[in-house]
């Protein structure tokens, strides 16, 4: 069994982007040399996410729009309530609502690695869902097999 | 360690329909031979999910019923504005709604196999959500263990 | 290849709960002995989910006050209609809101295990989500590398 583990490093420039690191996993899995297995793609980050879906510039718009509309910016959030929480960082955002949207989305997906790649739908693609940028972020992919 | 992969191919018939694959999926693992190890069950389409829960019918209302309230489908979605859209398939439909719903469920469930079986609690079924049917569509299931 | 499984009992004690699995998750790594590979927590619960994020305590009024937005417990839920539904269990509840909660936030996430540790950003925690409590729940760690 062979394991193998990337990093990715991302720049990301506004409060909500959808990046697309189809081909920075699809690299991971040529360079880790297993044909059969399975990938795990990681958020370590806790107002950003990784999803699945269509690449297509209007649909990026919908799943912004969306998620504003389920959890919007302008209510209160008790995590942004700093005059009464605690061990607060001198760079501290108000970021409640990007905690929320992350907690709903999902920090990991599991994929299938055959025949040398990642298997996807046609239509699919890998994304870091930024919900609160712009900051350096990372992600990372596992990947397991022979 | 031993890998096995299995296509589930599937018929939907209504817009919204959950495919209980529970038997399929736990047959894999009888085929697979494998006894312990992981079991990653996978959705490669853009509008749809894989998820667990309660196959309970009336239960499965409440699951339509949420996610069209949550994700109206009479509300506007920029994907479905095929007068501005690029590269639009003779066959689109107007779907903005379901690969919303599919980026908030997600496209991954990874389970854990144990004496050849997969570990579920007594109520919980895998499903296939289909959120834009009826259509022929695809899960797949990785097994990976010993 | 080793493979580990871990088995969390977990005691809630309101609807509502995050119970924090970080601690629990990362001994079973070290009790595995595996370096190098994944942790997949799962939750067999169809009323609680698998999330990771900040364990921050005001944060947990927003994680829940959220979800009680988009899925009241105060709406008509078709699984709580008594009158209609067949097999019902006799200590069953009307948490068909907890239900969808679970549906919508998922059971499973996957980690990776790098240097006998699991590899989580330095904000992030892993939670088990009790939707339905109080009641004796369980989680499961499957750690599978080298």
Known sequence: MKTYLKKINLETKKQFEI?????????????????????????????????????????????????????????????????VRQNIAPNERSNGHAHVKSFLLGSSESLIVEQGAVLLGSKQSIFFVELDGGRSREAYVRIMGE
Request: hydrophobic fraction near 45%; glycine fraction near 4%; aromatic fraction near 8%.
């Open 19 to 83: 990046v697309d690191i189809t081909v920075t996993v699809q690299a991971a899995v040529i360079e880790s040399g297993i044909k059969t297995g399975i990938a795990v793609v990681f958020c370590p980050h806790t107002t950003a996410a990784i999803r699945l879906n269509h690449n297509e510039p209007l649909l990026m718009q919908d799943f912004m729009k969306s998620l504003y509309r389920l959890l919007p910016i302008d209510i209160s959030y008790s995590h942004d309530l700093f005059e």
